[in-house]
């Protein structure tokens, strides 16, 4: 949560993350009574905010961990994560916060 005194100092940093469901689509035909399969793709966004002195160093550090913790990862569940990468967007809020995102595709399937 953004922390910010009147002048803009004492900023800490912090993240936002978004999930961005964008396909769902059945992957088989036919009826299989209690056996249809469902793909869903999307992609996980992690807005780092960083106080706009330690800037990119800061923010680009930050999306590197994150990035650490998907690199080839899965979830017990069996979401799988791919395709990441980090999109510097800069100065925001009047200039004393530096955003950096750091993006992942997901995907799983889900039988119903």
């Known amino acids: ?3 910010e005194s009147a ?7 912090w993240a936002q993350m978004l999930w961005q469901p964008a396909t769902g689509r059945q992957t088989n035909v036919g009826s299989n009574s209690g056996a249809n399969r469902f793909e869903h ?16 160093f800061l923010g680009m550090a930050l999306a590197t961990m994150a990035g650490n913790a998907f690199k080839g990862q899965s979830t017990s569940g ?4 791919k395709n990441h990468r980090t999109q510097v967007i800069g100065k925001i809020r009047g200039g004393f916060v530096f955003r950096v995102d750091f993006l992942t595709e997901f995907q ?5």
Request: hydrophobic share 35%; net charge negative.
């Open 1 to 3: 949560r953004e922390r």
């Open 108 to 112: 799983f399937d889900e039988v119903t």
């Open 41 to 56: 793709r999307g992609t996980i966004t992690l807005q780092i905010n960083v106080p706009a002195g330690d800037g990119l």
């Open 78 to 81: 069996g979401v799988f994560f």
């Open 7 to 13: 002048t803009g100092n004492n900023i800490a940093p």
